[in-house]
């Protein structure tokens, strides 16, 4: 088995999931990672007790002729100009989403990439997640009969803790959440209605985080720091390697800011409206401020429906036989295993070794990645034009 050389760039958080994952197999092996933040550099090393090489500029790291491929991991408004430089140098690239925080960078990357001949993987793990791909596969075979219509809810109670309390906040540095986050689901609605967007329509609003606050107020500083239901509590967060030991991680250097302060400015509530050129309509909402962390998708065709619950692990289908049988019921669970994203981070490690061993685009390409944030934002514009969106 071939042991593919790769390069990280970005080492925060998604890096810590994945490397996790990485340092489990036999097919790729870390030799240098990047990071503008040489303390984030320090503590992916030493969590790890790994001696990586450092870059503080990542283009030092693409010089290297040992490296085969990268997994950029960087903030979003990074990947479109870093992922152009990795196709420049000749490396395969995994690119964390969003593909880009505009349009035309979207198209920018995929020109690279295709000039290079090189492969495009999107960090879009639903994908590899066997209860989504499940999903994808009972509606591709026709069991719920012709897909028309659908409804899809993701609850992201963990809003503040992942969304608004650093760069993640304001749309210049994601685009908006509709990509940050929604990108992951409209790459599965796209996928599961196998084709494009013809008409969307949008609304939202920030209806809970953002406020008055300083830009420059962090939690640990903050006189109501105990009573704020927001508040960052922890410095640390417990980690479990690969070798099984648990290691500390200072969670507070990555998200710490105030949930409440100015610059905020993406939308916390959103509900997109979308009709595919196949007839199929599905509306999707996205709302940041819910006490519960989930996704929940129904699909419904001419013969049933279908329901997908993330955080039960299950999916259940009702069939429509006849006026006197409508409710024959399937159920499928525990598709998900406890590894990163249910499995996912896994599974798309190996599409990415497919790609670094075949020379062949992956599952979740360029235009997946380019699709999803298409439809991202253009339902901001949407938002803001208070107008129907014809692609
Ligand atoms: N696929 C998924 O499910 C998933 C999950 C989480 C995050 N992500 C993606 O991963 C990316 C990183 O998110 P995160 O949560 O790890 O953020 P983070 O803030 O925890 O980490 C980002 C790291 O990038 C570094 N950085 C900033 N600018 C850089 C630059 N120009 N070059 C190199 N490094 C730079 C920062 O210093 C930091 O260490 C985001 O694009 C996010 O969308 C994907």
């Given at each position: 088995m071939k042991k593919h050389k790769i390069g990280l760039i970005g080492t925060g958080m998604r890096a810590m999931f994945l490397v996790n994952e990485i340092l489990k197999r036999d097919d790729l092996e870390i030799v240098a990672v990047s990071d503008i933040n040489q303390e984030s550099m320090d503590m992916l090393c030493s969590r790890y007790d790994k001696y990586w090489d450092q870059y503080?500029?990542?283009?030092?790291?693409?010089?290297?002729?040992?490296?085969?491929?990268?997994?950029?991991?960087?903030?979003?408004?990074?990947?479109?100009?870093?992922?152009?430089?990795?196709?420049?140098?000749?490396?395969?690239?995994?690119?964390?989403?969003?593909?880009?925080?505009?349009?035309?960078?979207?198209?920018?990357?995929?020109?690279?990439?295709?000039?290079?001949?090189?492969?495009?993987?999107?960090?879009?793990?639903?994908?590899?997640n066997k209860l989504f791909a499940k999903m994808k596969e009972i509606v591709e075979t026709g069991v719920i009969g012709e897909l028309k219509t659908g409804w899809v809810l993701h609850s992201v109670g963990a809003g503040s803790d992942w969304y608004f309390h650093d760069w993640h906040g304001t749309m210049a540095n994601t685009g908006g959440l509709l990509l940050?986050?929604?990108?992951?689901?409209?790459?599965?609605?796209?996928?599961?209605?196998?084709?494009?967007?013809?008409?969307?329509?949008?609304?939202?609003?920030?209806?809970?985080?953002?406020?008055?606050?300083?830009?420059?107020?962090?939690?640990?500083?903050?006189?109501?720091?105990?009573?704020?239901?927001?508040?960052?509590?922890?410095?640390?967060?417990?980690?479990?390697?690969?070798?099984?030991?648990?290691?500390?991680?200072?969670?507070?250097?990555?998200?710490?800011?105030?949930?409440?302060?100015?610059?905020?400015?993406?939308?916390?509530?959103?509900?997109?409206?979308?009709?595919?050129?196949?007839?199929?309509?599905?509306?999707?909402?996205?709302?940041?401020?819910?006490?519960?962390?989930?996704?929940?998708?129904?699909?419904?065709?001419?013969?049933?429906?279908?329901?997908?619950?993330?955080?039960?692990?299950?999916?259940?289908?009702?069939?429509?036989?006849?006026?006197?049988?409508?409710?024959?019921?399937i159920v499928y669970s525990n598709l998900q295993s406890s590894e990163g994203h249910g499995g996912g981070d896994k599974n798309i490690l190996d599409d990415f070794v497919y790609a670094l061993n075949t020379g062949k685009q992956p599952n979740a390409g360029g235009e997946a990645g380019f699709e999803a944030i298409q439809v991202g934002l253009l339902a901001h514009k949407a938002i803001k034009e208070g107008e129907i969106i014809r692609l």
């Open positions: 503080l500029d990542y283009k030092e790291l693409l010089k290297r002729e040992d490296i085969e491929g990268v997994i950029i991991l960087s903030p979003d408004y990074a990947h479109e100009e870093q992922a152009i430089a990795a196709f420049d140098a000749g490396k395969h690239v995994y690119l964390e989403k969003p593909i880009a925080v505009t349009i035309e960078g979207g198209k920018r990357v995929i020109q690279k990439r295709d000039e290079s001949g090189k492969t495009l993987l999107i960090g879009f793990v639903l994908r590899y940050q986050k929604g990108s992951h689901d409209f790459d599965i609605i796209n996928w599961v209605a196998d084709s494009k967007v013809k008409r969307l329509a949008a609304f939202g609003s920030r209806d809970f985080f953002g406020g008055d606050k300083p830009n420059d107020l962090v939690c640990q500083e903050c006189e109501e720091r105990n009573t704020c239901t927001e508040g960052i509590r922890e410095s640390h967060i417990q980690w479990k390697r690969p070798d099984g030991k648990s290691t500390g991680v200072h969670y507070n250097c990555w998200r710490n800011q105030c949930a409440f302060r100015e610059e905020i400015d993406v939308l916390d509530n959103h509900q997109v409206l979308l009709e595919y050129e196949n007839g199929v309509k599905v509306c999707y909402v996205e709302c940041h401020y819910t006490p519960d962390d989930n996704r929940e998708y129904i699909f419904i065709g001419t013969k049933g429906k279908l329901k997908l619950d993330d955080a039960k692990d299950k999916l259940t289908i009702e069939i429509r036989n006849s006026m006197y049988d409508r409710k024959e019921e």
